[in-house]
Structures are given as C-alpha cells and as structure tokens.
C-alpha cells in the first residue's frame, strides 16, 4: 500500500489551497484517515482526522477554516484550507488505517505548504 499526497504550494495569507491524498495497493477498506503537519522545529501535531462513518475532528486553531473529507471509493482524502495564516506552514502528512491483508497505519511522504505574510 502506498499513499500519495499532493497539492501544497505557496500561498499568500487569506489564501486557500486543497490537498489532496490517495491510497494504491491491496485495500479492503480503510477506517481512519487523517492530516498531520510539522512545523520546522516542532513536533509533529494531528491536524484533521475522520474516521469511517463518523465524525471528524480538527486542531482547535483549524476549526472552521479547515475541511477534511474522504472518497472511500478512491480510496482519497482531501483537506481544504482556507483563510491560510503564516502560522499554518509545515510539511503535511496524510495517514490511513488501512485494512489490507493485515490493518495497519500508512503514511504519505508530506507535502509543503508555505504560507507567506
């Protein structure tokens, strides 16, 4: 299973930009998915998570710009970011629990995101 995000950029404060994240490989199904980013310097944080049929959960400095949604057919999830500030820089991570022939967390290479003021 490989997971394969793109989408990041540069982008001018109050920007928007969507990214966008897709599994390949032997998938039965995948229960959570989910946005990390790292900051340089910082640890890594959970940005967004959605989990199957369920409800999704965000970093409180997101609420309300930020949109996780997923494709269970393409096996995909999206994160639309909106009203961009400088301090949402880092490297996104998207991740999923995958269900293939064993149930295990994947995780895609990062893309960039640069927010400039």
């Known amino acids: 299973v490989q997971l394969q995000a793109s989408g990041g950029g540069l982008v001018q404060a109050g920007g928007s930009l969507r990214l966008s994240c897709a599994a390949s490989?032997?998938?039965?199904?995948?229960?959570?998915m989910g946005w990390y980013r790292q900051a340089p310097g910082k640890q890594r944080e959970l940005v967004a998570l959605?989990?199957?049929?369920?409800?999704?959960n965000y970093l409180d400095s997101v609420k309300d710009r930020f949109t996780i949604s997923r494709d269970n057919a393409k096996n995909t999830v999206y994160l639309q970011m909106n009203s961009l500030v400088p301090e949402d820089t880092a490297v996104y991570y998207c991740?999923?629990?995958?269900?293939?022939?064993?149930?295990?967390?994947?995780w895609g290479r990062g893309t960039q995101v640069t927010v400039s003021s």
């Open positions: 991740q999923m629990t995958v269900v293939s022939f064993v149930k295990r967390d994947y």
């Open positions: 490989g032997s998938i039965f199904g995948v229960t959570f």
């Open positions: 959605l989990p199957s049929g369920g409800d999704a």
